[in-house]
């Protein structure tokens, strides 16, 4: 089984959530198990996800510009131990910041 970690900002409503929910959805649950890891706390897609078994965790970045700056060792330092403690075969990062991240 192939262990698949999806990396998001966040978990609101939108077209990348969209896709990581479908993607989550049509993935053969007896060939991949993926979990999804969002830097921001909270939002509908998450719930969604929820209800198709797929475990979501959420790193409690701040929203704002200035905050996520100043937290983004502290968010990078986890993200690390996150991996560390359950390594994924496959790590899928959407959008700019949990690329960078």
Known sequence: MTKIL????????GGTEKMLLELC??????KFSSRVLALK??????EDLRKLGVP???L?????????????????FALSRKMR????DLVHTWLSRANVA
Do not use: N
């Open 6 to 13: 999806h990396v998001i900002p966040s978990l609101g409503v």
């Open 25 to 30: 959805r049509g993935l053969d649950p007896s």
């Open 41 to 46: 706390d909270g939002g509908k897609t998450a």
């Open 56 to 58: 979501v965790q959420s």
């Open 60 to 76: 409690g970045t701040p929203g704002s510009f200035l905050g996520g700056f100043f937290d983004f060792p502290r968010l990078c």
């Open 85 to 88: 403690d359950d390594p994924p």
